[in-house]
């Protein structure tokens, strides 16, 4: 099939210039450059926090930190969290904070005093940068925690990292020293050595795992994922990575889809532990180095992963409002732990069973277990979930003698609600899922065998239904027995997948695709802004391109920071707000990029492909839409 091409061949002029360090172009918008300026230099913003991380010695357990904060006004007051998103329990990771000091741009030392348990105002005096130095304990081999030693360093940003209070929602910068013949991996865009996240939430969100671990990578529905692997034991790491593999697939045909650009599953085999920590674009998952056999042990270790990875969905991306912002000083409460941690934990092993990894009579055989063990469990019938939900901060993560008589596990109590909740809406036709796709509260053999004999009973009425068609896209490709007399496919007839289950059965071609041309091209300086309010800032040096498409032709807002486009064969990052009529991206060091360069916003430029499903993942929308969005402002180019 040819291709239809949208974009706009010529340049845009006036609209066309950039938005940067908060001015508009002054024929655009002088009054508002004007109220934006500070200290006649136009800008209005927080410069980010840069970071370092070493460990000259790593067997004395102790990583050393360097923070760098631009422009900190006259005081400045920095704190380390005292507890991480995922694990509700006060830890006051500030006991292991050592060495603090403070010192200007010059090296001169600035004035500081500790406010509390984990907080440190400094008085700063203007000056134009401030550098904070300390050391962190590190000796704790938890998911929770961080631990470093002659092996490996394991660093949980929210135990290791300060914020500057007021701050956290600026970019940050992460620079890793590993120790001679160590890699370093995580989530964090960047690297091998160098990360950038764009706030303080997203830098402690990502785990970071420096030594001589093994790395494999795999691809599912389309997205990179790394399995890094700790420690030794009787792990069949080849074996993990594909079975994970088939739970991804599985997730993402379930879910509508993979939120995020890439997945790191990052596992430590040690003695006898287990336990999971769910972040957006990874997990940490500990296991027992020698927990593998016999083939249930297998299942569960690969259900925790399965629990964790699920979380991308019910937590990261549904999240308790009562979680909105963080707030790392102190405890947050919810009443829902039971449906984001207990309803995970029901889809864990149902998730094994549908894609093949875990039998169906062993998934029933475990929640008869779950059964009885929460029937004979005498604090099962004193707490309920929303208690068991806001009381977590003491009772389900400081246990005692007496906590089965008086506590109830949300894990276990919010499993088996989540059971009796699926099988009541299935009772009724719906399911938990059934938003998703109606296969989740229906089997397709139900659906056809109910199509035919509502025309068996037309037929013997004596009604004559006509030509017969039931199947859409996705049953088209994925269930010939629905195609009746016709089939009326949709989205499909465009080259795109209506469904991540229907990748790896057909290969489509794109019908379409969106380019425009690069309008103009500005140098800016370290911490400069880019766009309406300023949500992206430069972290360094660097040369920012205006792409004359916006909002009013199609490119969703929601895409802002998320998005990436194609010029010159390489993928370039987009920065800043999505204006009504242009957007900017960052172009890659070392790249050239001029006036007038061709810009893929979707399809194929030398050997890369920006999809429409990219652009969706972006917006956190479906291609269905986004096929919907682009205008008449676009000129069509038909081939």
């Not at 470093?148 to 209070?165: I, K, Q, R």
Request: contains cysteine; neutral net charge.
């Amino acid at each position: 099939m040819g291709h239809l091409r949208f974009g706009r061949c010529g340049f845009p002029g006036a609209d066309g210039e950039p938005v940067l360090d908060g001015r508009r172009p002054p024929s655009l918008a002088p009054g508002r450059a004007a109220a934006v300026q500070k200290g006649g230099r136009g800008r209005w913003y927080h410069p980010p926090m840069r970071y370092r991380l070493s460990m000259p010695e790593p067997h004395s357990h102790l990583f050393h930190v360097e923070a760098a904060l631009e422009g900190p006004g006259a005081e400045v007051v920095l704190a380390l969290p005292v507890w991480t998103p995922g694990s509700y329990l006060v830890r006051e990771f500030a006991r292991h904070l050592e060495g603090f000091s403070a010192a200007d741009e010059q090296g001169g030392p600035l004035a500081w005093e500790r406010l509390d348990k984990h907080r440190f105002r400094v008085r700063c005096g203007g000056a134009a940068r401030a550098l904070f130095r300390y050391r962190v304990y590190a000796n704790d081999l938890t998911v929770r925690t961080s631990h470093l030693d002659g092996s490996h360093g394991y660093a949980n940003g929210a135990s290791v990292l300060v914020y500057a209070e007021g701050r956290g929602q600026e970019p940050c910068t992460l620079e890793v020293f590993p120790p001679p013949g160590w890699r370093v991996t995580c989530p964090l865009d960047g690297g091998p050595t160098e990360f950038t996240a764009r706030d303080y939430d997203e830098l402690v969100d990502s785990p970071i795992e420096i030594g001589t671990h093994a790395l494999l990578e795999f691809a599912a529905l389309g997205k990179p994922h790394t399995l890094a692997v700790w420690g030794k034991g009787e792990l069949d790491l080849g074996a993990f990575a594909a079975d994970l593999r088939r739970v991804v697939e599985q997730h993402g045909a379930m879910l509508g889809g993979l939120p995020y650009s890439r997945y790191l599953f990052l596992v430590h085999l040690s003695d006898r532990r287990r336990g999971g920590l769910e972040h957006a674009r990874s997990t940490t998952i500990h296991l027992s180095r020698m927990g593998f056999k016999p083939d249930k042990a297998y299942a569960e270790a690969l259900s925790l992963a399965v629990h964790e990875f699920l979380h991308v969905w019910n937590v990261k991306k549904l999240r308790p409002a009562a979680l909105q912002p963080y707030d790392y000083s102190r405890e947050q409460y919810t009443r829902l732990l039971w449906w984001f941690e207990g309803v995970t934990s029901y889809y864990d092993h149902l998730l094994l069973v549908r894609a093949g990894l875990l039998p169906a009579p062993r998934y029933l055989k475990h929640l008869g277990e779950e059964l009885t063990a929460l029937e004979r469990s005498p604090g099962a019938g004193k707490m309920s979930l929303e208690e068991a939900s806001l009381t977590a901060w003491v009772k389900h993560y400081r246990p005692d003698e007496n906590s089965g008589n008086s506590a109830v596990s949300y894990y276990r109590k919010g499993e088996l609600a989540g059971l009796a909740l699926d099988l009541f809406l299935r009772r009724h036709g719906r399911s938990l899922l059934a938003h998703q796709h109606p296969c989740f509260c229906k089997d397709v053999a139900e659906y056809h065998a109910d199509i035919t004999r509502a025309l068996e009973e037309m037929k013997t009425e004596g009604v004559d239904p006509g030509i017969v068609h039931a199947a859409n896209s996705p049953a088209t490709i994925l269930y010939p027995g629905s195609h009746f007399d016709m089939v009326r496919c949709g989205i499909a007839i465009y080259g795109l997948h209506p469904a991540p289950s229907t990748r790896g059965v057909i290969e489509l071609e794109p019908a379409r695709s969106v380019l425009a041309r690069v309008s103009f091209v500005k140098r800016i300086g370290m911490g400069d802004g880019v766009s309406y309010g300023l949500t992206w800032q430069a972290a360094a040096p660097t040369y920012i391109a205006t792409i004359p498409l916006g909002y009013a032709d199609g490119v969703h807002r929601a895409s802002s920071n998320g998005m990436v486009v194609l010029i010159g064969g390489q993928r370039c990052r987009q920065v800043g707000r999505i204006c009504m009529d242009q957007f900017m991206v960052e172009v890659p060091r070392g790249m050239t990029v001029s006036r007038g360069d061709e810009v893929v916003v979707v399809g194929a430029q030398g050997s890369e492909r920006i999809t429409l499903d990219d652009l969706a993942d972006s917006a956190a929308t479906i291609n269905y839409e986004l096929s919907c969005s682009f205008g008449a402002r676009l000129e069509r180019v038909y081939s």
